[in-house]
């Protein structure tokens, strides 16, 4: 459980092993030990891809578990991370693919569009075999409610560095990258968030000192996430227990009292339709969004083969528009 849920380096690093039966612990000893090996190649790829990318003037923020592993933990290795999450501006992204394809990376096939998704990916294959997956963002979450939030030109102004991944390496403040977590965790998984994104929220909760809480409030009410925030900071107190966690969602949570938060409807939809809707209602111009419902339905003909399209694309495209229904009627548990 502690391996599926992300924690079994932290819990490696708070019981050591002991406590617990020889095998068990033994096994948590070589889960961490791997972990730091692999961490190591991670981090070695995160400052090649920066390097590459600022030596064509493109300085990105890094994200989410790279950033969070060497600015909140203890020891990087105690934060397991899939990818590493980066964020551009708009005028950087078309110059992004041609920076990481002269350091081996390759661009994903996926739904590709202006709109949908915010994000491209990107992977490569190191000389040891290790796989290292790349998400570039130009936004900070895919729902059209979050369009606005947080742009890179907000939080560069704050952003502090990450000696630990090279001289070009920055990422958002403490209180900016709560506020961030929360929204990735409503954005993204809200129904079952695994445990070291909880333990993610905890421990920025704890690092803030009183100027930095008074940030992350200021944030969440100018960019009409309190309630998301709120409900965050709650869920992480089901589990964890520092004082911090309430303080924090109990102040949020006033400072957002009566006000009007779009964002919040998230919180309550049970179907994938509710959030496209929920989009679809956002003050984006109508040709925003008519471009998003085209991207849902009729992605670039090579994600469709990439996903296993065969024979006519118009045949496979009509496939996806009825399977895609059903699904995105169907109710979330």
Known sequence: ?????????????????????????????????????????????????????????????????AHLAHTIYPSPELR????????????????????????????????????????????????????????????????????????????????????????NAFGPSRAHALVLACIHLTAHHRRNPILVWLFDIRLLAESLEPPEQAAFVDTAAACGVTRICAKVLEDATHYFDHPALATLARRVAVRGAGQSEPSARLLTV??????????????????????????????????????GARGWLPLAYAGRIVRGARKWLQREP
């Open 80 to 167: 397991p991370r899939a990818d590493t999450d980066l964020l551009v501006t708009e005028d950087d992204r078309d110059r992004v693919p041609a920076a990481l394809a002269r350091v081996g990376y390759e661009r994903l096939p996926h739904i590709r569009g202006t709109v949908i998704l915010g994000q491209c990916h990107y992977t490569k294959t190191d000389r040891v075999g290790v796989v290292h997956a790349l998400d570039v963002h130009w936004r900070v979450a895919a729902p059209l409610v979050f369009a606005n939030v947080l742009p890179f030109e907000t939080l560069r102004p704050a952003a502090v560095s990450i000696p630990a991944l090279g001289s």
């Open 1 to 65: 459980m502690a391996i599926e849920d992300g924690v079994a380096a932290i819990l490696a690093h708070q019981t050591q092993g002991r406590d617990l039966p020889a095998d068990a612990g033994a096994r948590l000893i070589e889960y961490r030990r791997r972990r730091r090996v692999l961490t190591a190649l991670l981090d070695e790829q995160v400052v090649t891809v920066l390097d590459a990318l600022a030596s064509d003037g493109i300085r990105p923020l890094v994200l989410k578990g």
């Open 270 to 307: 049970t179907r994938p339709v509710d959030e496209l809707l929920l989009d679809l209602k956002t003050p984006a111009s109508w040709r925003t969004r008519m471009t998003l419902v085209r991207e849902h339905l009729w992605p670039d003909a090579d994600y469709m083969r990439a996903s």
